[in-house]
């Protein structure tokens, strides 16, 4: 079993429809990251969660410590949020575990 | 915005020849971390930093690939001899961690053909 499971692999959704992207982790961590990659494209940082909820445009991100879970959503969604989303969470040695990633996209 | 800067941003080179990739973290940040992705692995971690210090380089290929931060200010991982399986991006990350400071920056990347 992967010690950071993401769900789901793949989505598609139309253009304005609330996305949820979810991460559950098996292992001790000090922060929890949301990545953002589009097609050939660099990484990039969307959050950094050790507790509660994160909200920054249109992306929101929440974290349960207790439940070991952490959902990203997107509200209005638009094509250009089309890319793969990745969860990854720093153990207590600083490592970053990473989940194999959500593609998402968005149909206008 | 500070940024991870990386170079070159792309290097076509033919199987054999040596690579260095550079990165320059960003200032203040005490952890660099170097990561592969290919379509086939995805994210692979290849050697991390903290404090300049090498914590983790168990990911890496000892026998060609080498990872160093002679300062605070640049890392750089090189691959000699290089092979066509090297092909990837190659990212540079720098974070900071503390009570109350979590930051984590990516680089570009380094898109890297072995012909």
């Known amino acids: 079993k992967n010690e950071v499971e993401q769900s789901p692999q793949n989505l598609t959704a139309q253009e304005g429809e609330f996305i949820t992207i979810n991460c559950s982790y098996s292992v001790g961590i000090s922060a929890l990251h949301w990545l953002q990659q589009h097609p050939g494209g660099g990484i990039v940082s969307l959050f950094m969660l050790s507790s509660g909820k994160k909200k920054h445009g249109r992306l929101i991100a929440t974290i349960n410590i207790q439940e070991k879970h952490s959902s990203l959503h997107i509200t209005a969604s638009h094509p250009r949020d089309s890319a793969v989303y990745i969860c990854?969470?720093?153990?207590?040695?600083?490592?970053?575990?990473w989940g194999a990633g959500t593609k998402l996209i968005i149909k206008p | 915005d500070a940024r991870v800067t990386q170079t070159p941003r792309h290097k076509v080179t033919e199987m054999g020849q040596e690579v260095t990739m550079r990165c320059q973290p960003i200032l203040g940040h005490n952890t660099v971390f170097w990561y592969r992705q290919t379509m086939m692995q995805g994210l692979e971690l290849l050697a991390y930093f903290r404090n300049r210090a090498p914590l983790d380089d168990s990911g890496m290929p000892k026998d060609r690939f080498s990872a160093e931060m002679p300062d605070a200010t640049l890392a750089t991982l090189k691959i000699q001899p290089s092979e066509p399986r090297d092909s990837a991006v190659y990212f540079c990350a720098s974070g900071r961690w503390g009570p109350g400071a979590n930051v984590l920056t990516f680089g570009a990347g380094s898109r890297l053909t072995v012909l």
């Open positions: 990854a969470v720093m153990d207590s040695n600083y490592q970053l575990i």
